[in-house]
């Protein structure tokens, strides 16, 4: 994992632990890679405006620059 995100914000007042799992369930991957017989980095964020955007061209380059390393 690369990247994570969280569905939500605010305060879930419980056990710690009761509050670990339920973490678990609100959150999802938002960038990572995978190696087998090669690689590849999977991406749920917008790339598409990456000549526009300079921060999603940057995270597209640096996405790119890391599979040829």
Do not use: C, F
């Not at 710690?16 to 964020?45: L, P």
């Amino acid at each position: 994992m690369l990247a994570k995100h969280i569905k939500i914000h605010g305060v879930y007042k419980r056990r710690m632990d009761a509050r670990g799992k339920y973490m678990e369930t609100i959150q999802g991957t938002t960038i990572m890679k995978i190696k087998d017989k090669g690689a590849a980095i999977i991406s749920t964020m917008a790339l598409e405006k990456g000549a526009t955007d300079p921060v999603a061209g940057k995270l597209l380059a640096n996405m790119l620059d890391n599979l040829l390393q």
